[in-house]
């Protein structure tokens, strides 16, 4: 008994320990958070996307201290070489709020052979009324950073100077009273800090609106039900639409 016992414990050590990065034969996901967050925040949908047999690159970036227009093209040069260095049949992305700014402003110069689907949680797509009303102020411009000066919701804004981009874009807009200090700026229906109008391109290919705010909506079990739906079949589940 104590000779089987060596060998079956020789035999579990000569196996190979599997981890996220050991995943390289499914698709590869690039996970983008959100303005003043880091990747901790997108942590939920990354188990899930892993558990799923994804390939996952989520990484931080400095979105408070540098313009996007600087860490843009790198970072996201970076992300794919990852995924293609796992031989990713197809590259998807998973953003929130800001990250599908990146994502649209990388496209607009820039062509990913097997980009896969695109899945945007709460992007301002046409800028935000916060912007508009916060961007003169000394804490909003020394705290929030550069970013967050070009969000606005006129025609020369970064979202808005943007043009259409090629993929299945699915969009996930969240309404709910998460950050209720900033609701009488925004018109309409909103997370918070976007509209739900303006979370919207002509592009897209789905959109599902939530019963979820701005801060929290990458942490829904359902919203990340309805990401891992959308990237498997290009289209949301809308059976389970949390705003009925």
Not at 55 to 80: C, D, H, K, R
Not at 96 to 112: A, E, F, K, M, T
Not at 122 to 133: L, Q, R
């Amino acid at each position: 008994m104590k000779r089987l016992k060596y060998l079956f414990t020789t035999l579990l050590l000569l196996l190979p320990t599997l981890t996220p990065a050991d995943q390289g034969e499914g698709d590869c996901a690039i996970l983008l958070h959100g303005m003043g967050r880091t990747s901790m925040s997108m942590g939920a949908i990354e188990d899930a996307l892993i558990a799923q047999g994804y390939t996952v690159w989520n990484e931080g970036y400095p979105s408070l201290t540098q313009s996007l227009e600087e860490f843009a093209t790198p970072m996201m040069e970076s992300a794919i070489t990852y995924c293609r260095d796992n031989q990713a049949p197809s590259i998807h992305f998973v953003t929130h709020s800001l990250g599908g700014i990146i994502v649209r402003y990388y496209l607009q110069n820039h062509q990913i052979d097997n980009l896969g689907r695109i899945v945007m949680l709460a992007p301002p797509n046409k800028g935000s009324e916060v912007a508009d009303g916060m961007k003169d102020g000394f804490f909003y411009q020394t705290i929030m950073g550069p970013n967050a000066q070009v969000l606005g919701t006129d025609e020369n804004s970064l979202p808005n100077r943007l043009k259409p981009i090629d993929g299945e874009i699915g969009i996930i807009a969240g309404e709910a009273d998460g950050e209720p200090w900033f609701l009488p700026e925004i018109p309409g229906a909103d997370d918070g800090k976007v509209a739900v109008e303006r979370t919207k391109l002509p592009e897209m290919k789905d959109f599902l609106r939530v019963k979820s705010g701005h801060t929290f909506i990458m942490r829904d079990d359902e919203v990340i039900r309805q990401i891992l739906h959308f990237l498997q079949n290009g289209f949301f589940d809308k059976k389970r639409e949390l705003s009925e």
